[in-house]
């Protein structure tokens, strides 16, 4: 069985943790609660905006996955 520990922060933020001893590395995931489906009806869009902006990349970091891959 899969071990996982759930927490709470009085901040709301919220943290799962899977311990896996087997290997001298960490992982972190940091997922939102935001997107198409939390917009306000009266301003749609922005979460579509926002996906073709960070996938575009940017002067400093032109290629949205090469962060990722280090």
């Known amino acids: 069985m899969i071990e996982i520990f759930k927490y709470k922060l009085p901040n709301g933020l919220?943290?799962?943790?899977?311990p896996d001893i087997t290997t001298p590395l960490a992982a972190v995931n940091?997922?939102?609660?935001?997107?198409a489906r939390d917009e306000d009806p009266e301003k749609t869009g922005f979460a579509h905006l926002f996906e073709h902006?960070?996938?575009?990349?940017s002067k400093n970091v032109p290629s949205y996955d090469e962060p990722c891959s280090v």
Not at 14 to 18: D, M, N, T
Not at 53 to 57: N, P, R, W
């Open 53 to 57: 902006l960070m996938f575009g990349g």
């Open 30 to 35: 940091v997922l939102y609660d935001v997107g």
């Open 14 to 18: 919220r943290i799962v943790v899977h």
